[in-house]
């Protein structure tokens, strides 16, 4: 037997198989390792030559051994290692340092680590070489001994730089980037050289964590030790750098590259598309087609990936630009033509990426034709499929594919059950989406995640709840989106439990410093009326940031703590945090429900330093906040800039307009909206509705409300009922408002009757009244609100009698009328104060005019409030100077608690005089001020409203006092006429009173 019988695999199988009690002597007797040897048999025999016939003997079993070794690694022969083992063994060679280490690393190539260690560990002699072999061998399954190996790493008494790149591409393997790069740190410390594999492993590390400044540190290294021109290094930096979004950087290594190969224009491109630079990706493999650099199947997936991510027509920016999707998408055909050129055709994975490409675009017809012409589909094909259609919201297509597949033979995987959920999810079909599911044999918790998503995004937070608690029955372990997303439900629930529950199950599972989870906590607690609670969970938290902060303050602004809110808007500002959008619509809306205009404003201009003046939330919330402030103007003004609007836009302006009593501009806004090709919405009625009813737009309201049913197929809800009755209840149609009560399908509601009740007190309906204050004592009882309105219809009547009998009534059932209370400013500090008449007398500065103001056609009553003595008429003759009057309690007046000093201004309040009949903001600021004004002097002023006894004049100053009640002349006015007016006199408190100057 000799050494050249090993060159082929039944060779060494023979040699193997000799018996192993055959002499060496009978071995050599064989004629062909007698004439290898060069010498005769016979002369075998002879004594002097047999310590030289047996040491040529070993050598070759030796090289036998070591050839048939590395031929079994070559083959990963796991039959072969235990038979060349055991001949080691028998030839006494188990103490050969290099055929242990073949040993080792055969064993190793055939995933015995077990056997590879027993060599190792029985080695008298070990090397370098053997440290790195089992070293190696445990680097191999890094699941079970990645432990071991960096122990082994550790008891090695010399490493090197194999040593050192196993290593810490093992943990870069298992995911522990940090690590290695913290291990590559110390071996330079030792002294340790490091080469292309180290650096291009290190950049591998750098790149999953996103740390720019370690890759930035080891480029300048890389550049040091000369290995810039290494494409294997220059690859691995360049995905580096394209993992961070740092694509300048990579653009400017990328430009050195002397030869760049497909990797680097693959690396490239795939960097450019992840920060949605879609023109350049495209342009980059251009490029590559220019240089002729080989274009392979991975190059072509990757850049049909970049024409999938720009088919949506996303631009770097984030904005939809359709010409942009359109052109990636010609470039998808180009690719796909160039793909059967170059014969690609059969490829599974190309084919995968063109279907992936055209599923994305949305153009489905050429991915199923694709999908049809494959010779062999994969799960991956399939998935695709019901992605593409489940995202242009065609579950039906969806869930045919979904069973199709099942008919093939293909065995649904987890993401085919995902992008089966998202396909029911977009096209609203929950009872498909739970069939799913139920037909999984073992739903994974990315599943569970799927189906708790799918009931939490339709509302059925019911059932998310049950589904959950079913989760934790199957010893499901939640991670922090399953949590995110039951908290989500137990706070649209109100579920206090529940959300203590979670708050548990996080501290067990340890999500309890999650921002999503903590973020989570804090709404269910907020939404629960828990405030504390909230606070507890934030102070917590290690690691806050600006998702927290938003939770937090949001939940101030849900408990009505809006001055609160405003104060942690600014603590997160002076900690550092850059509020998003979402913090600026919140705080927005806080100063709109605190009628803070000036704190308002200067939040809008931080808006606009930080560019969210163009967002469309933010938008809405600030044109809610100033029309709540009574600054229609500005809100109108700013409207008007938007870039784009949508339906909450248009719905805020209306309903702005609505709330501040200008509802020939609401209507006038509403026909705009229609016009525009804007669909108006439920929300887009009640708001028109409202202003149609606050301004005794009968007909226009009628009209709106008749086309609300039949040209936008909107069903009437409660609101818009409230809405018409209470614009026909106004105009005294009361026929009409019982038609409607009649027929309306939701009539157990409490305030619809009570419009109606406070309609029948001004057009003294007795009948009506009656009806609808049984109907209110039936269904709210305990308000205050019924009893007071038709006690005072009866007083106005002169039925004091039965007046009494409902005031006697309210004792009885110990019900008490709340005291209302007005919002006011002083020094810019919002304070609320409660509205006592006995206020008038200690604060007669606030008040400018007083004047008889009868409201026309309708006679003085009565009435009285309870807890005052005062009675209508002698309230009637007080004009509060109001700027916005939001309450509609019926309580004809009443002061504002302000203290005394400068500055002092009422912005919201319960008082409503005559019907309504209050004073609003101008919209232009002139230069001119009380104090400017003297004796004999004549300012141009505008006429802001007319009354039937007189102007309301405008002076531009914005404070209480340039608003003024003059008497009407002759002359036929007009609103926004500009006319000269005099002071002629001042009175006792230094507030000029104004005449008309009719020189003009």
Not at 901 to 929: M, N, R, W, Y
Request: proline share 2%.
């Amino acid at each position: 037997m000799c050494s050249h019988c090993c060159t082929t695999s039944s060779g060494y199988l023979n040699w193997l198989c000799i018996d192993s009690k055959t002499s060496h002597y009978h071995i050599l007797l064989l004629p062909e390792c007698s004439v290898k040897l060069g010498l005769d048999a016979s002369s075998c025999y002879t004594a002097p030559n047999q310590a030289l016939f047996f040491d040529t003997l070993m050598e070759s079993q030796r090289f036998n051994l070591i050839n048939t070794l590395q031929l079994c690694i070559k083959n990963k022969s796991y039959f072969s290692s235990k038979l060349l083992h055991a001949r080691i063994f028998r030839l006494l060679l188990s103490s050969d340092t290099f055929l242990s280490n073949l040993l080792i690393d055969l064993y190793s190539k055939c995933g015995n680590i077990t056997s590879a260690y027993q060599v190792f560990d029985k080695m008298p002699h070990k090397n370098i070489f053997s440290w790195n072999a089992i070293l190696s061998a445990f680097c191999k399954n890094t699941t079970h001994h990645l432990k071991d190996a960096c122990d082994l790493f550790l008891r090695m008494p010399e490493r090197n730089t194999v040593s050192l790149n196993t290593i810490i591409g093992a943990m870069v393997r298992a995911g522990y980037e940090r690590q290695a790069l913290d291990t590559y740190e110390a071996m330079m410390w030792e002294g340790v050289k490091p080469s292309n594999i180290t650096f291009a492993t290190v950049f591998s590390a750098c790149g999953s964590l996103l740390d720019a400044e370690c890759g930035r540190r080891n480029h300048g290294l890389v550049v040091k030790l000369g290995l810039d021109g290494n494409i294997y290094v220059v690859n691995s930096l360049l995905c580096a750098y394209a993992k961070c979004g740092l694509t300048e950087d990579a653009l400017r290594v990328f430009r050195d590259v002397a030869e760049p190969n497909e990797v680097t224009f693959t690396t490239m491109m795939g960097g450019l598309a992840q920060t949605n630079q879609v023109r350049e990706a495209l342009e980059m493999f251009r490029l590559m087609l220019r240089k002729g650099v080989h274009v392979d199947s991975v190059s072509l997936s990757s850049v049909l990936s970049v024409c999938a991510k720009g088919g949506s027509g996303e631009r770097e920016d984030g904005v939809s630009d359709q010409s942009h999707g359109l052109s990636t998408y010609t470039q998808g055909n180009d690719i796909h033509a160039l793909s059967v050129k170059l014969g690609f055709e059969r490829d599974l994975h190309l084919s995968n990426s063109l279907l992936d490409m055209y599923a994305k675009i949305g153009n489905m017809d050429s991915a199923e034709n694709i999908f049809v012409n494959l010779d062999k589909q994969s799960v991956v094909s399939w998935n695709i499929m019901i992605a593409g259609y489940g995202n242009k919201c065609n579950g039906e297509k969806a869930a045919e594919y979904f069973w199709r597949m099942q008919c093939y033979g293909y065995e649904p995987d987890d993401v085919t059950y995902i992008n089966m959920l998202a396909a029911c999810v977009k096209s609203g079909d929950v009872e498909m989406g739970r069939q799913i599911f139920d037909c999984m044999p073992c739903p994974s918790l990315i599943s569970w995640n799927a189906i708790l998503s799918v009931y939490n995004q339709k509302a059925d937070h019911k059932e998310a709840v049950k589904l959950f608690r079913k989760m934790q029955f199957q010893c499901q372990h939640p991670d922090r989106t399953s949590l995110a997303i039951i908290l989500s439900s137990s706070a649209e629930l109100v579920l206090l439990e529940a959300g203590k529950q979670v708050h548990a199950a996080s501290l067990k599972f340890g999500f309890y410093d999650d921002v999503y989870v903590v973020s989570g906590l804090i709404n269910v607690y907020s939404k629960c009326g828990k405030i504390e609670l909230s606070k507890h969970v934030f102070n917590k938290v290690t690691e806050l940031d600006v998702v927290c902060w938003n939770s937090m303050i949001a939940g101030f602004s849900i408990n009505s703590l809006d001055k609160d809110a405003v104060s942690f808007f600014k603590q997160m500002r002076q900690f550092g945090f850059v509020p998003s959008e979402f913090s600026f619509a919140t705080i927005v809306s806080s100063c709109a429900k605190l009628s803070s205009l000036f704190q308002g404003e200067q939040i809008h201009a931080q808006i606009i330093k930080d560019g969210y003046a163009d967002d469309i939330f933010v938008g809405s919330s600030l044109i809610e906040m100033y029309c709540k402030c009574g600054d229609v103007g500005g809100a109108r003004c700013y409207f008007n800039t938007m870039p784009g609007k949508n339906t909450v836009t248009w719905n805020e302006m209306i309903h702005g307009y609505a709330q501040n009593g200008y509802g020939d501009e609401a209507v006038c806004l509403y026909k705009d909206m229609i016009s525009s090709g804007e669909k108006p919405d439920d929300i887009t009625f009640i708001a028109a509705l409202t202003a149609c009813s606050h301004s005794s737009l009968v007909d226009e309201g009628i009209e709106i409300f008749n086309s609300m049913v039949q040209q936008f197929r909107v069903v009437p809800k409660l609101d818009h009922y409230t809405c018409i009755i209470d614009c026909l209840s106004r105009a005294g149609r009361f026929h009409e408002v019982e038609v409607i009560l009649d027929a309306m399908p939701c009539k157990d509601d409490p305030i619809v009757w009570e419009v109606v009740l406070s309609s029948c007190r001004v057009h003294a309906n007795l009948s009506l009244a009656k009806r609808a204050a049984e109907e209110l004592f039936r269904l709210d009882p305990q308000n205050s609100a019924s009893y007071v309105l038709l006690a005072n219809m009866y007083s106005s009547m002169g039925r004091w009698d039965d007046a009494k009998v409902v005031r006697a009534l309210m004792s009885d059932n110990q019900i008490h009328k709340e005291p209302g209370y007005s919002w006011g400013v002083c020094k810019n500090d919002m304070q609320n104060h409660i509205a006592l008449m006995s206020a008038i007398n200690r604060h007669r500065n606030l008040y400018l005019v007083t004047a008889t103001l009868p409201h026309p056609g309708k006679s003085e009553t009565t009435d009285v409030d309870e807890g005052s003595g005062a009675s209508a008429k002698e309230k009637a003759n007080i004009w509060t100077p109001v700027r916005n009057v939001s309450s509609t309690k019926e309580q004809p007046n009443s002061a504002s608690e302000l203290p005394i000093g400068i500055g002092g201004e009422v912005l919201q309040s319960i008082a409503e005089c005559v019907e309504a009949e209050s004073f609003k903001e101008a919209g232009d600021k002139a230069a001119v001020t009380a104090k400017d004004l003297k004796l004999g002097t004549k300012v141009t002023a505008k006429v802001y409203q007319i009354r039937a006894h007189g102007l309301i004049l405008d002076l531009g100053g914005g404070l209480p006092g340039m608003y003024r009640f003059e008497e009407n002349s002759n002359r036929d006015y007009k609103v926004a006429d500009e006319i000269r007016v005099l002071c002629s006199s001042f009175n006792s408190k230094g507030i000029p009173a104004l005449s008309l100057v009719d020189d003009e």
